[in-house]
């Protein structure tokens, strides 16, 4: 098994993926490779470092949790060799050549992404939305080996077939009022790894999400009150998602952008689902209606 998570920003993962990346290590071992990759330079998100300071401390807080989560890490470099700047991120060629090579390189068999709003009242951040536009866009592109030749060269008569990932999304904390889910994974057995990776990212938060003021939180003194802050969190979101649970969860939306899976598969695949807190019957009926099968 092999899962790729495409995001915007350093932290991404670790609050919205990292604690089922951590059981599905946990139950497949060694058989499961897990690699993050991300798409901005980091240099934006602080209010009194100067911008190359904060890209050189964000990367490596990012480095860190990699070392504790014992995931591969990778910044997403852009054709001519660059690292996309933060908070201005636009969908564009460059992009999704990129996108399109970092996938075909490490063939996933799940790439998990932000999610687009179908609500246009929902809230975003730019840099998600043209994440999750970019891969939408370049999903088709994923096997035609000839879609960035010109970007990547290649042998243009020697092509072999690359696998197509099943495609999920997210939950994203911007995108206040949109947010969905099909899929909702226990992660409470790695509620304290995720603590761990998470405080890593301590230009964060303790200092910028506080102060951006857009995450209900206080700076938390120490690594005790961030485990409160972070529980807090988990609860909050199970409020907004409607979910009666007080364990902390993962949730995740099946795509159409790339392979279409079965229930079943994803039933079987996914560690530590939750059949109460996620919507397999409507899950069930929508991929069957995408295959055309007939039940």
């Known amino acids: 098994m092999k899962l790729l998570f495409i995001h915007a920003h350093y932290d991404d993962y670790e609050f919205t993926a990292a604690g089922t990346f951590e059981r599905w290590r946990r139950e497949a071992g060694p058989d499961v490779q897990r690699k993050v990759i991300a798409c901005t330079d980091g240099q934006a998100g602080h209010h009194f470092r100067h911008r190359e300071e904060t890209g050189r401390v964000r990367l490596a807080e990012q480095m860190e949790s990699a070392r504790i989560g014992g995931y591969d890490f990778a910044l997403l470099h852009l054709p001519n060799g660059q690292v996309p700047r933060e908070a201005c991120l636009q969908v564009d060629s460059p992009l999704l050549a990129a996108l399109w090579k970092a996938t075909r390189d490490f063939e996933p068999d799940y790439l998990f992404c932000p999610p687009l709003p179908a609500d246009p009242l929902a809230g975003v951040h730019v840099d998600h939305l043209a994440i999750a536009q970019a891969i939408r866009e370049v999903a088709y592109m994923i096997n035609v080996p000839h879609a960035f030749t010109p970007e990547y060269p290649a042998d243009e008569t020697q092509s072999t077939p690359c696998k197509v990932p099943v495609i999920v999304a997210v939950y994203d904390g911007y995108m206040f009022g949109g947010n969905r889910h099909d899929l909702a994974v226990d992660v409470e057995p790695a509620f304290e ?89 409507a899950l069930r009926e929508r991929l069957n209606r995408w295959r055309g099968s007939a039940s």
């Open 193 to 281: 790894q995720i603590c761990q990776m998470s405080w890593c990212h301590r230009s964060q938060i303790m200092e910028w999400l506080p102060w951006v003021g857009r995450h209900n939180m206080s700076p938390p003194a120490n690594f005790e009150e961030w485990r409160q802050t972070l529980r807090a969190r988990f609860d909050r979101k199970n409020r907004e998602l409607g979910l009666a649970i007080r364990q902390a969860v993962e949730v995740f939306t099946v795509t159409g952008w790339g392979e279409i899976p079965t229930a079943d598969q994803l039933i079987a695949d996914f560690p530590g689902l939750l059949p109460e807190a996620s919507r397999l019957d």
